[in-house]
């Protein structure tokens, strides 16, 4: 069976029926809206980051629903994504055209595997820098660095004392506040 390739064309073409798209290396990905639970994550992570980034003049924070195009063929959306000054430029009409400093993805029951497994080794091949994967069920923030054979984790956060994670050397984010 001949496997079907999918480009942004296509994709552009998907219909915005509350589903969430992206393609993996042309192979179409479809999950359905996050949880309320979830969404209440996203929106105490990317205020804490949107108020640190904006204060110190370090880039942008955009959350989704956001196209990150990778590549012709690798369209993703994480829950967060952080571009730092240097790529600003990287900020297009159809999303963000390349890697971002930052991509965050915020696990629920039906991501956790493609968010663990697929896209953290998309993010690493296209040259993602930083990588955070969100546990809402365990309570804990994974940091991880782009090395020269793939993703290190660098820190792992829980509880309630402030931490610092990369690529945020001064950030102090206090895990427990994220979770409702």
């Not at 390349?98 to 595997?113: D, Y």
Request: proline share 9%; aromatic share 6%; hydrophobic share 40%.
């Amino acid at each position: 069976m001949t496997r079907v390739v999918l480009t942004y064309r296509e994709y552009e073409a998907l219909p915005a029926d509350g589903r969430r798209y992206e393609l993996h290396d042309g192979e179409l990905s479809v999950t359905p809206a996050p949880s309320p639970q979830h969404q209440i994550v996203s929106r105490n992570l990317g205020f804490v980051l949107h108020e640190h980034v904006t204060a110190r003049g370090l880039g942008q924070v955009l959350m989704a629903p956001l196209d990150v195009i990778l590549g012709e063929t690798t369209i993703v959306q994480p829950d967060l994504v952080y571009l730092d000054s240097a790529r600003a430029g990287a900020i297009s009409r159809r999303g963000i055209e390349g890697p971002p400093t930052l991509a965050v993805e915020i696990l629920s029951p039906s991501t956790t595997l493609t968010d663990r497994v697929t896209k953290s080794q998309l993010y690493a091949r296209h040259g993602v820098p930083h990588f955070w994967l969100v546990d809402p069920e365990g309570r804990s923030i994974e940091a991880f660095v782009l090395r020269a054979d793939g993703y290190s984790l660098v820190a792992r956060a829980s509880g309630r004392q402030p931490v610092a994670l990369p690529p945020f050397p001064d950030l102090a984010v206090v895990p427990d506040s994220l979770w409702p």
